[in-house]
């Protein structure tokens, strides 16, 4: 099956400083590549998405950027804001798999 | 927030004890997956229901197992429980058409304690 790693563990940057997270997958059919924020105590919340049709994706803030010949990905949060710290979890999918394989998270802490 | 809801809240049990939780998908949802998340890791796929059927399974043992309802809904079931069930257990409900993966959507969550 597929297997997702994730760093770093934990990340601290300072508020307004950008954050970058990187993972990488291991099964070359993957083809939908999601990010999930999780704050203490709540659901995991899509924050972006990337399909392999494309290497990059914007989203105000937040950016996720693929590279399918290397089979990673990363998340990109520019102008970082104390509401930004949470966990961070990317995640892999295959056609007809449906189910998605996660990655074991980032704390992201954004000092005031 | 999304529309799925999970129930109860917390539960605590004791290692042999059998427990049941409770998912109800979004609206005009027909999937739902089960993920368990141990403290400090990501969630790990325990099994998907489509349709009524189990459509795909982790690697978890057969005291864990579903149902899902005419309505979608659906339950999780573990037999025999053990120290290391102690979890945070997510479902997600989705709509299934074809090969295109769509969106999960995650309900808050049961925190199970095993003592």
């Known amino acids: 099956g597929e297997n997702v790693e994730q760093h770093p563990s934990t990340l601290s940057v300072q508020e307004g400083d950008s954050a970058v997270i990187k993972c990488t997958y291991s099964?070359?059919?993957?083809?939908?590549f999601p990010w999930y924020k999780q704050e203490l105590g709540k659901r995991p919340q899509l924050i972006i998405d990337i399909r392999s049709n494309v290497g990059e994706k914007k989203d105000q803030r937040i950016a996720v950027t693929l590279n399918k010949t290397a089979k990673h990905f990363s998340l990109h949060i520019t102008e970082t804001q104390p509401e930004d710290s949470a966990v961070y979890f990317c995640?892999?999918?295959?056609?007809?798999?449906?189910?998605?394989?996660f990655g074991t998270g980032t704390r992201l802490t954004v000092i005031p | 927030e999304t529309g799925v809801t999970q129930s109860p809240t917390h539960l605590i049990k004791t290692r042999g004890q059998q427990v049941t939780l409770r998912c109800s998908s979004q609206s005009g949802h027909n999937t739902v997956s089960w993920y368990q998340q141990a403290l400090g890791q990501g969630p790990q796929f325990i099994f998907q229901y489509y349709r009524e059927e189990e459509n795909g399974r982790g690697n978890f043992p057969p005291r864990f197992s579903g149902l899902q309802f005419p309505n979608y809904s659906s339950e999780l079931n573990v037999n025999a429980l053990e120290l290391d069930d102690s979890a945070l257990y997510l479902c997600?409900?989705?709509?299934?058409?074809?090969?295109?993966?769509?969106?999960?959507?995650f309900g808050p969550g049961t925190r199970l304690t095993v003592l």
């Open positions: 995640a892999a999918s295959f056609p007809g798999a449906n189910n998605l394989f």
């Open positions: 099964d070359s059919a993957s083809n939908y």
């Open positions: 997600a409900s989705s709509w299934t058409s074809g090969a295109f993966y769509n969106e999960q959507f």
